[in-house]
């Protein structure tokens, strides 16, 4: 029997990247908004540029998630899911201070709110997918 995600996901899966396409194209109309790959640290620039890249394959393993495919191997989606954690983890720990600071009116708790919902079901699908997937699954030969 063939297993099937819920159509929730899968509308899940289009809002990240509605939302990822109108970040990129923030970035490219916003003058300064390419500096954030421009610090003054050359290994805080290597740093983001790597996040981005992971970021990026995750979004694919995302996908790879949702429809049933497999790509790469199983560990490789576990060890991205831990740095993604200990990014996650690491950013939230650094800016919560920041973020509390900057919470004005009842729409900044809206939309911290919601992030941190989306951010759950995302981390949730790639754990999923790299944690839970049967070996079957990752150990059967492409047909």
Known sequence: MEEKRSV???IYFYIIILINILLL???VIVDDALNIF???NIFATIYMIFIFIVYLISIVGFYCFIYIKRLFFKEF???LFFILLIDFIGDSILNFNSMINNIETKWDIVFWTI???MTFF???ALYKY???LSDSFWSQDER
């Open 8 to 10: 929730w996901w899968k």
């Open 25 to 27: 194209g923030v970035l």
């Open 38 to 40: 421009l610090l003054e």
């Open 77 to 79: 989606w576990q060890y």
């Open 115 to 117: 992030l941190i919902i």
């Open 122 to 124: 995302y981390f949730l």
């Open 130 to 132: 790299a944690f839970k």
